[in-house]
């Protein structure tokens, strides 16, 4: 029932604001950004270090806090020193951003929604599972990609202003002063605070626009002046430079939005992905004529690395019953596979007893660690067996076996616990609190089974085995009347340089051919194997002068030889395939722009492929 997460959830104290201030040098933008938000940084409580980098169209300042500050309380700080400064920005400076640092901040589950009608059309049918989807305990924020915004637009007519003798400036200024900043949705789920951005307008616009058309701003004579009398007030949408759609088997396309979810740190990722599908499965219930395609889900990533631990414990497990069984016989194997599987057992209760989650780090460190635990059970139980035949008697053997070797076997895992235990407290910073969990789980699952190595497996010996006069395996003394030929030959040729120098020839050459093995991947090594085997991604970056109907044009055509090749050489390998266009202004001394394309070609599952992996050319 441990948790189970991609990676070890870390919290890194630092924030990047950038601010974009088109086609101004980098003078400039540090006089009129930078230097005025560093100024106010500074007074902020706990903050550790300022770092600025100002260039062409661009600020970009990273702050970096003491770990006593919270992130609710340092994101509030940030964007209330920005508010007190951006009136100050010239007019040309784009709203500042604020990002905070986060290895865990990526999706855990993302899905889309598509259907052949504008994405105006489509978001309003979805804004009710969003909301539900929000509502759910453990997730902490939800990004709907293609997502329209809306916003509103005063028109203000300058003929009448000029009458009335007004400065359009001044009734700007009251126009920016009236839009109150909507504080942040908050959301507290077991004592933590988690927030949320507010990315558009409240749900009632239209309150919105007819507060503006009602705002009064001056007295002339008798009469009061409010923005209809000089403007006209509307709620219109923006006009996206973006496009996102679903290519179906038939080539027919169909608009879609996009669901990018994150979950709270620390909260089991199934749980999370349990409650997501079942709003989704009741929305699909209800909207028959809406398509939904999951793009993309960790726990699927989280399952493969679990399923791949298994596999190792397993896999070890069974090998060691074997061996065991072909020398210790059927009783010590049993005992000892037992408490090999409760070890790892009781490990896991004390990892979630101290709140770590089953991650790519802890899976390592418990495979990492088979050998030396099962060595530990493996050494006691065949010294107590070995005593046990000569001297006739099952506590004296285990008394005599624990003397004799329960010191060696004390100092040996002892050493290991310690070569280890120097990281938990050196490593630092991120690094730090992304490897801690890798030492823990080596040296509690060392600690555990020394504690049952050398106290429980001995007393469980002397309770279940009654009879001392325990047989010994033919297969063991068969083995060591190889090992003792074998050791008297190398002996004999030990004498002489010339074997000496064969041996180490040999052992060289084995050497270099287990390498060129690895090399040539008859032999395989990696550990997690790829992250991500359902899904090809094409990214595709147009020059500026290629218009966005063009590089839809051209995405077509790519798209089409893509698909093309895989149906001729991997057939029914395709699930579904998801394009998007969009144009994006790139930070450079020109301040260009490129239009973007991602081509994401959604395989069927692997246990449904015949072929696991893909290799395009």
């Known amino acids: 029932s441990i948790r189970k997460e ?23 933008v540090e006089e009129q950004v930078t230097n005025k938000l560093e100024q106010k940084f500074k007074w902020i409580s706990l ?41 100050n920005f010239p007019t040309d400076v784009k709203d500042p951003l604020v990002k905070k640092i986060d290895i865990n901040d990526q999706p855990m589950y993302i899905f889309s929604i598509a259907w052949p009608y504008p994405t105006e059309v489509i978001y309003p049918r979805v804004k009710e599972l969003e909301d539900n989807i929000k ?25 009448k202003i000029a009458n009335l003798d007004m400065d359009i400036i001044s009734i700007v200024s009251q126009l920016k002063a009236a839009f109150i900043k909507y504080p942040t949705d908050k959301k507290e789920i077991w004592g933590k605070l988690y927030s949320f951005e507010v990315s558009s307008y409240p749900d009632d616009l239209e309150w919105i626009v007819n507060t503006l058309k009602d705002m009064k701003l001056f007295d002339s ?24 759609f679903l290519i179906q088997k038939d080539w027919t396309e169909m608009n879609w939005v996009s669901f990018q979810i994150k979950k709270v740190p620390w909260f089991d990722i199934q749980k999370v992905n349990l409650a997501i599908k079942k709003e989704i499965d009741a929305f699909s219930n209800e909207n028959k004529d809406f398509k939904v395609v999951e793009v993309q889900s960790q726990e699927q990533q989280i399952e493969k690395m679990y399923n791949l631990f298994y596999e190792n414990f397993y896999e070890t497990w069974l090998l060691v019953l074997v061996i065991i069984f072909l020398f210790l016989w059927l009783k010590p194997s049993l005992i000892i596979l037992l408490w090999f599987v409760i070890v790892y057992l009781i490990n896991f209760m004390f990892l979630k007893m101290i709140w770590y989650s089953f991650n790519n780090i802890i899976s390592f460190a418990l495979i990492l660690v088979l050998w030396v635990m099962v060595d530990n059970l493996i050494v006691i139980m065949e010294w107590i067996i070995k005593w046990a035949r000569e001297t006739k008697s099952i506590w004296w053997a285990v008394e005599h076996s624990l003397r004799n070797y329960a010191k060696a076997i004390i100092m040996w895992t002892s050493s290991t616990i310690l070569i280890f235990l120097p990281m938990i407290f050196l490593l630092s910073w991120i690094l730090g609190q992304y490897m801690k969990p890798f030492p823990v789980a080596v040296d509690s699952n060392l600690a555990i089974s020394l504690l049952v190595a050398v106290i429980v497996l001995p007393v469980l010996f002397a309770t279940f085995i009654k009879d001392p006069n325990i047989k010994e395996a033919k297969s063991l003394l068969f083995l060591e009347y190889i090992w003792e030929k074998l050791w ?28 060129w093995l690895i090399a040539k991947w008859v032999v395989k090594v990696d550990f997690m194997g790829n992250s991500d085997n359902q899904n090809l991604r094409v990214n595709i970056k147009y020059p500026a002068w290629i218009f966005a109907e063009q590089s839809q044009d051209y995405t077509e055509k790519i798209t089409r030889d893509v698909v093309w090749y895989l149906d001729k050489n991997y057939s029914g390998a395709i699930e579904s395939i998801t394009v998007d266009l969009w144009s994006q202004w790139m930070v450079t001394s020109l301040g260009d722009t490129a239009n973007l394309a991602d081509i994401a070609i959604k395989l069927v599952p692997d246990k449904e492929r015949n072929i696991k992996s893909y290799v395009l050319v």
């Not at 070890?8 to 400039?28: C, E, K, L, Q, R």
């Open 488 to 515: 008297n030959l190398f002996v004999k040729w030990n004498k002489k340089k010339i074997w000496s120098l064969f041996v180490m020839f040999i052992f060289w050459v084995l050497f270099a051919i287990s390498i």
């Open 221 to 244: 004579g008798w009469k009061s002046i409010k923005v209809w009398d000089l403007a006209d007030v509307l709620l219109s949408y923006k006009k996206q430079d973006k496009k996102s």
């Open 135 to 159: 509502s759910i305990w453990w997730v902490w924020d939800v990004t709907i990609i293609w997502k329209p915004e809306q916003e509103i637009k005063v028109m203000l007519d300058s003929e």
């Open 47 to 87: 903050i550790k270090k300022i770092s600025s980098t100002s260039s062409y169209n661009i600020a970009v300042i990273q702050l970096e806090f003491y770990e006593d500050k919270k992130d609710a309380d340092a994101m509030n700080d940030i964007k209330s020193a920005i508010d007190q400064v951006s009136p």
């Open 6 to 28: 991609a990676t070890p959830t870390i919290n890194v104290p630092m924030y990047y604001v950038s601010v974009t201030y088109p086609w101004a040098d980098s003078n400039t």
